[in-house]
């Protein structure tokens, strides 16, 4: 199975200022059709997840554009440019190229 | 517009059987996979398993293999999650959710069914 290992598991940011969460793979996440199926999810606390960021740098249908996605092969990051009170919670990277479909360990963001 | 709505909250006792439901509308429910995501209590995803409703392709995450079965009827726009003999261990919140045909993203999530097996 694929292993999608997050750093850090927490990040305390203050309102405003950037926060970056890493997402590395254990293999390639390359699909053999050549895409790259590595998604961000953001679950608030009580809520089911909801989709940010899919192939690898596509914001999702309202997802706002503070929130960016880049990385290619296995090393991939999910960045905020200015967090915003809503974006607390916890992010999974997840990836759907290989079977079984796997996600992160997950990423507290918390405000200082 | 795309929806997943969950059946309700179980209590059952170890050893009992349980069907959790998913009916999915606003969209071509065979066209698109549904997955089975587990969350315990105050811990991350695991992805259990998934079934294409057009086709009944299952895929299932070896570590639940054996543990439950998936389960679709096309018929109603349903997705199914089975157990046959639950354990304490199973205890957890129980999240259906789409993963879109084209970009292989779970696009739209169920509310969850919090499951609690107690004796």
């Given at each position: 199975?694929?292993?999608?290992?997050?750093?850090?598991?927490?990040?305390?940011?203050?309102?405003?200022?950037?926060?970056?969460?890493?997402c590395?793979?254990?293999?390639s996440?390359?699909?053999?059709?050549?895409?790259?199926?590595?998604?961000?999810?953001?679950?608030?606390?009580?809520?089911p997840?909801?989709?940010?960021?899919?192939?690898?740098?596509?914001?999702?249908?309202?997802?706002?554009d503070?929130?960016?996605?880049?990385?290619?092969?296995?090393?991939?990051?999910?960045?905020?440019?200015?967090v915003?009170?809503?974006?607390?919670?916890?992010?999974?990277?997840?990836?759907?190229t290989?079977?079984?479909?796997?996600?992160?360990?997950?990423?507290?963001l918390?405000?200082? | 517009?795309?929806?997943?709505?969950?059946?309700?909250?179980?209590?059952?006792?170890p050893?009992?059987?349980?069907?959790?439901?998913?009916?999915?509308?606003?969209?071509?429910?065979?066209?698109?996979?549904i997955?089975?995501?587990?969350?315990?209590?105050?811990?991350?995803?695991?992805?259990?398993?998934?079934?294409?409703?057009?086709?009944?392709?299952?895929?299932?995450?070896?570590?639940?293999?054996?543990?439950?079965?998936?389960?679709?009827?096309?018929?109603?726009?349903?997705?199914?999650?089975?157990?046959?003999?639950?354990?304490?261990?199973?205890t957890?919140?129980?999240?259906?959710?789409?993963?879109?045909?084209?970009?292989?993203?779970?696009?739209?999530?169920?509310?969850?069914?919090?499951?609690?097996?107690?004796?």
């Open positions: 199975d694929i292993v999608l290992t997050q750093t850090p598991l927490s990040s305390p940011v203050t309102l405003g200022q950037p926060a970056s969460i890493s590395r793979s254990s293999q996440l390359v699909h053999t059709n050549g895409n790259t199926y590595l998604s961000w999810l953001h679950q608030r606390p009580g809520q997840p909801r989709l940010l960021i899919y192939e690898i740098s596509n914001r999702f249908s309202g997802v706002p503070r929130f960016s996605g880049s990385g290619a092969g296995t090393d991939f990051t999910l960045k905020i440019n200015r915003e009170a809503e974006d607390v919670g916890i992010y999974y990277c997840m990836q759907a290989q079977f079984p479909h796997t996600f992160g360990q997950g990423t507290k918390e405000i200082k | 517009e795309v929806q997943l709505v969950q059946s309700g909250a179980e209590v059952k006792k050893g009992e059987s349980l069907k959790i439901s998913c009916k999915g509308s606003g969209y071509s429910f065979a066209d698109h996979w997955g089975w995501v587990r969350q315990k209590p105050g811990k991350g995803l695991e992805w259990m398993g998934i079934i294409y409703p057009g086709d009944s392709d299952i895929r299932y995450n070896p570590s639940f293999k054996g543990q439950v079965t998936i389960s679709a009827d096309e018929s109603i726009s349903t997705a199914y999650l089975l157990w046959s003999s639950l354990k304490a261990s199973d957890a919140l129980y999240y259906c959710a789409r993963l879109h045909w084209e970009f292989l993203g779970l696009d739209s999530w169920g509310q969850g069914t919090l499951v609690t097996v107690s004796s």
